[in-house]
């Protein structure tokens, strides 16, 4: 008998799943995995969040594995969950229902660049490092950029953003057409290559951040771009973190484009220090990276150090040295890693908060959550994309110690509550999955809950992409 376990999640019958089973063991033979280590390897294993394995995995190759793994689980009325690299943050991969988990990363081939029209088609499993390798040769990028190196077919499904988010956009911006199998198997296809396109409902952006709940991306069309001429990253200190949130208000607001401006609360600078063994000074400090000519970027930099000193900012070292630029930035990417090595233990978990306000609301919301903090005696470094109004803090917690994590969850609330009042979102790059579903309701209101249920009936009427993600149980 199938278990209900919520509204929007039912366990398939053991019969049921066993067919399913079997029947993908005749097609893809040892492509199926059942054993507990790779299903737990599959499971969401990134935040405090507790895993929920798959009950299979299939290792897909090419487009119609995928095709006719959706085929059999949509036979037997079984859950089929994506997995790109699993390094989500809000327990998107997990199987509350179980299931088969699809791992897409040997679909991991360029199939075309086109440098006149800067842009590529590639397979979902496609790292971002991966494809900057692949391109560097050719002049070009890519420049979406999350902390992990993650597939682009993850990246589109949770609508990934980076430190180069405030120049270059988001995933949103840098999608142009998508090859999706929806829920019988057959493929749709989102758009063309063309750079815009007025051609009906925009599918192309209804699957980006979608989270794999309404299909499967088989292949991605995205964007490119020209490495600059020049390239400078900076490093400034500022006596406060209100400080340097004004000087990004006010870069922002006189449009400096800057390419890279990312917020470092002392807290975070001393875990950077330590994990990365670099030298920052420890106070609030903001990374920026400057793009264009050397005329232009010169010019950026001027503009931005005349209103640093205006918020209180001091030392301003810059650098044009690519190897000075990569340590610079890979110890801003092992932020995430430099906190959880202040605490090390099982039982401490980190989770990554991920707000995003109006930027003219980004230092009031950074300041009175580092007020919230030191009032619940929490310890979370501060970090963020701020160019976009977007800070994570990385909350550490002993999840044996009920008072702690009791402090944790009121924390997260009024910082969710404090972002949504400034008119902005509980997620700013991270995606809903199962740990922000609490908050989107107060954020968006019932129709549009109602609006969103009615896309997943009627994309994925069996409910078996990915299911419990997302839209919460009405
Ligand atoms: C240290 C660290 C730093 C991070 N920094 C950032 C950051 O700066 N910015 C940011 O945005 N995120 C960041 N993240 C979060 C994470 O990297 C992103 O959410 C990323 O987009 C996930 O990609 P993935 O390939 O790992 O996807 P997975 O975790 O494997 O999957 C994510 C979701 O996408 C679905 N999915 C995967 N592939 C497909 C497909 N082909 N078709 C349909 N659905 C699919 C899955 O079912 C799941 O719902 C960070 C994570 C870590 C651990």
């Not at 750079?195 to 991605?220: C, N, P, R």
């Amino acid at each position: 008998m199938a278990t209900t376990i919520s509204s929007n999640l039912t366990r398939p019958e053991p019969q049921a799943l066993k067919s399913a089973i079997d029947a993908l063991a005749a097609r893809f033979g040892n492509r199926l995995v059942t054993s507990q280590a790779v299903r737990e390897q599959h499971a969401h294993t990134t935040t405090w969040l507790a895993a929920q394995p798959p009950d299979a995995v299939v290792m897909a190759q090419e487009t119609a594995d995928i095709q006719d793994v959706v085929r059999i689980c949509a036979r037997h009325g079984v859950p089929v969950i994506a997995f790109g690299t699993g390094t989500s943050l809000e327990g998107q991969v997990n199987a509350p229902a179980g299931g088969v988990c699809i791992d897409l990363r040997d679909m991991n081939k360029v199939l075309e660049v086109h440098a006149e029209d800067l842009d590529c088609v590639i397979q979902p499993g496609v790292t971002r490092k991966a494809l900057n390798e692949y391109l560097r040769d050719q002049g070009l990028f890519f420049p979406i950029d999350p902390g992990a190196d993650a597939s682009l077919g993850g990246m589109t499904s949770t609508r990934a953003s980076g430190t180069n988010a405030v120049r270059y956009g988001t995933m949103r911006e840098n999608v142009l057409a998508l090859k999706v199998v929806r829920g019988d198997g057959e493929i749709i296809t989102t758009g063309t290559r063309a750079k815009k396109s007025s051609a009906g409902y925009d599918l192309t952006h209804l699957f980006v951040g979608a989270e794999g709940t309404l299909g499967i991306i088989s292949e991605l069309t995205i964007r490119l771009r020209g490495i600059p001429d020049t390239i400078a990253a900076a490093a400034c200190s500022f006596e406060t973190v209100r400080g340097a949130c004004q000087a990004t208000i006010l870069a922002i607001q006189t449009g400096i484009p800057v390419a890279r401006i990312e917020l470092l609360n002392a807290e975070q600078v001393k875990a950077c220090n330590s994990y990365s063994k670099l030298s920052l000074p420890e106070t609030p400090l903001l990374l920026l990276e400057f793009h264009g000519s050397e005329v232009e970027v010169a010019e950026q930099s001027k503009n931005f150090r005349d209103i640093a000193a205006e918020c209180g900012g001091g030392d301003f070292s810059w650098t044009t040295k690519p190897e000075d630029r990569t340590k610079l930035w890979q110890a801003r990417h092992d932020a995430y890693w430099s906190v959880k090595a202040i605490r090390p233990g099982a039982s401490v978990g980190v989770v990554a908060t991920d707000v995003c306000v109006p930027i003219s609301r980004l230092a009031d919301c950074v300041t009175e959550t580092e007020d919230d903090l030191k009032r619940l005696n929490l310890l979370s470094p501060i970090v963020g994309h701020v160019g976009d109004g977007n800070f994570h803090c990385s909350l550490l917690c002993d999840v044996e110690d009920k008072d702690e994590m009791a402090r944790g969850e009121e924390f997260m609330h009024r910082l969710v509550e404090r972002a949504q009042a400034m008119g902005g979102t509980c997620t700013g790059e991270h995606g809903i999955g199962q740990g922000k579903q609490k908050y989107l309701k107060a954020e968006l209101g019932p129709e549009a809950l109602d609006a969103m249920r009615a896309l997943k009936r009627a994309l994925d009427p069996q409910n078996i992409f990915n299911p419990g993600k997302i839209v919460p149980a009405a």
